[in-house]
T-cell receptor, first 110, second 114 residues
Framework: GENVEQHPSTLSVQEGDSAVIKCTYS??????FPWYKQELGKGPQLIID?????GEKKDQRIAVTLNKTAKHFSLHITETQPEDSAVYFC?????????FGAGTTVTVRA | IAGITQAPTSQILAAGRRMTLRCTQD?????MYWYRQDLGLGLRLIHY???????GKGEVPDGYSVSRANTDDFPLTLASAVPSQTSVYFC?????????????FGPGTRLTVL
């Protein structure tokens, strides 16, 4: 089955700086890569996703890049703000189900 | 308000007891999922249902069972709880299981098995 690895496990950034989270996947058949944000005490919420036929996608301060050849994808958050502090999960979808990375706890320092 | 509800919010349970976690969605989604979340392991799929009347096993199904009698409800049952089932459980749904469709998550149930 699919194996998704996510790095780093924790990330502390100064407010206004950028944050980058990287994920690798094992199954070349995976074709959909969503990113979820989980705030304390809540369920994960989709923030951005990318399909395998696209190399990059941007939505305001967040962007995701995908390298199918290397089987890795990354989340970029620019101009970080305190409300960006949360746990972020990457995931890869093959056929019918999502496989999640272990998560990255992002802390934005004021 | 449209979305997914889970009950209970939290529960402390003695080992060996039977427990059912409830999940209801009002979005008329065909597909529903149960995940457990453990520190350092992310979200792992326990069971899923592509449509009412069908269920399937995920990555970590042992010790759990599900049923999907109708579109809206997808209960998860622990027949005889063990301490290793202490976790936060999330129910999720999507319009269908195929394609590139968002999974919506409920608020979670925190379960402690002593």
């Amino acid at each position: 089955g699919e194996n998704v690895e996510q790095h780093p496990s924790t990330l502390s950034v100064q407010e206004g700086d950028s944050a980058v989270i990287k994920c690798t996947y094992s199954d070349s058949a995976s074709n959909y890569f969503p990113w979820y944000k989980q705030e304390l005490g809540k369920g994960p919420q989709l923030i951005i996703d990318i399909r395998s036929n696209v190399g990059e996608k941007k939505d305001q301060r967040i962007a995701v890049t995908l390298n199918k050849t290397a089987k890795h994808f990354s989340l970029h958050i620019t101009e970080t703000q305190p409300e960006d502090s949360a746990v972020y999960f990457c995931a890869a979808k093959d056929d019918y189900k999502l496989s999640f990375g272990a998560g990255t706890t992002v802390t934005v320092r004021a | 308000i449209a979305g997914i509800t889970q009950a209970p919010t939290s529960q402390i349970l003695a080992a060996g007891r039977r427990m059912t976690l409830r999940c209801t969605q009002d979005m008329r989604h065909n597909a529903m999922y149960w995940y457990r979340q453990d520190l350092g392991l992310g979200l792992r799929l326990i069971h899923y249902s592509n449509t009412a009347g069908t269920t399937g096993k995920g990555e970590v199904p042992d010790g759990y069972s599900v049923s999907r009698a109708n579109t809206d409800d997808f209960p998860l049952t622990l027949a005889s709880a063990v301490p290793s089932q202490t976790s936060v459980y999330f129910c999720a749904s999507s319009a269908t299981s195929g394609g590139f469709l968002e999974q919506f998550f409920g608020p979670g149930t925190r379960l402690t098995v002593l």
